[in-house]
């Protein structure tokens, strides 16, 4: 019964190990994923800020057309 005992131990032990290990590995991969991915904020600005720039060119080329 002792060497029942102790493998169950064992393997509880081992259970924890695992958890903790996966845990760890959760959080570095989450803290990867924030560097690679670009924060959603600046793309908001930049989309806002490539369509600002486009209508001002099409209607700078609309006016432009007219006086001729």
Same mark, same amino acid.
């Given at each position: 019964?002792?060497?029942? !005992?102790?493998? +169950?131990?064992? #393997?509880?032990? $081992?259970?924890?190990d695992f !958890?903790?290990?996966?845990? *760890? +590995? &959760? %959080?570095h991969?989450?803290l $990867?994923?924030?560097n690679?991915v670009?924060?959603l #904020? *600046? !793309?908001?600005e930049d989309s806002r800020? &490539?369509l %600002? *720039?486009?209508t $001002?060119?099409?209607f700078e #080329?609309?006016? !432009?057309r $007219?006086? +001729?």
């Amino acid at each position: 019964m002792a060497t029942e !005992s102790n493998l +169950l131990t064992g #393997k509880a032990v $081992q259970n924890e190990d695992f !958890s903790e290990y996966v845990a *760890h +590995l &959760q %959080l570095h991969m989450t803290l $990867q994923a924030r560097n690679l991915v670009p924060t959603l #904020k *600046h !793309s908001v600005e930049d989309s806002r800020q &490539q369509l %600002l *720039h486009q209508t $001002q060119a099409n209607f700078e #080329k609309l006016i !432009s057309r $007219q006086g +001729l």
